[in-house]
């Protein structure tokens, strides 16, 4: 079964307005946002998880897009949480070398590895479409930007 991005994203944990200004800085606070709303207890773990697999090469894919992730075994379940940063995240290193503006941070069970590889699929694979990634960008409300995935994730079966 095809998971959507919507299957795993909850509109509390969309931030458009993160002040994080380096990557490091910016998934902290997802990681906080996710902690807060109870679904992972373990931030230090996860995000080392998750540097990790920064530091074997940046998971910025270009056009302003960075996908964190990692399998853990701090989790049983898939998460998504979504940022926007309102100045870039400048540090990223993407693949086009320009800085990062939206971030799915992406966290999924240790022994779901093709559930984990789909959902970073899909997720790339929507956000390269420029008029639902300027969308995403001009979006008002976390509702709003829930909205305009839910639509487009419809979309892309």
């Known amino acids: 079964m095809i998971m959507n991005i919507i299957d795993v994203l909850q509109k509390e944990n969309i931030n458009l307005n993160l002040a994080a200004e380096k990557k490091n800085e910016a998934i902290t606070e997802l990681l906080?946002?996710?902690k807060k709303n109870s679904l992972i207890a373990n931030v230090k773990e996860i995000k080392k998880a998750i540097l990790e697999r920064e530091a074997i090469i940046s998971t910025g894919i270009?056009?302003?897009?960075g996908v964190p992730h990692?399998?853990?075994i701090h989790t049983d379940k898939i998460?998504?949480?979504v940022g926007r940063s309102k100045k870039s995240i400048e540090d990223y290193e993407s693949f086009d070398e320009e800085p990062v503006k939206l971030i799915f941070l992406?966290?999924?069970p240790e022994?779901?590895?093709?559930e984990h590889i789909n959902m970073l699929a899909r997720i790339s694979r929507i956000l390269k479409q420029d008029f639902?990634?300027?969308s995403l960008l001009s979006a008002t409300s976390a509702k709003k930007f829930y909205e305009i995935l839910?639509?487009?994730d419809k979309r892309f079966l």
């Not at 270009?62 to 897009?65: C, D, H, P, Q």
């Not at 022994?111 to 093709?114: A, I, Y």
């Open 111 to 114: 022994d779901e590895p093709n």
């Open 106 to 108: 992406l966290i999924s």
């Open 70 to 72: 990692c399998r853990t």
């Open 79 to 81: 998460i998504l949480a």
């Open 32 to 34: 906080e946002l996710l």
């Open 132 to 134: 639902i990634r300027n």
């Open 62 to 65: 270009g056009k302003g897009i």
């Open 150 to 152: 839910k639509n487009e």
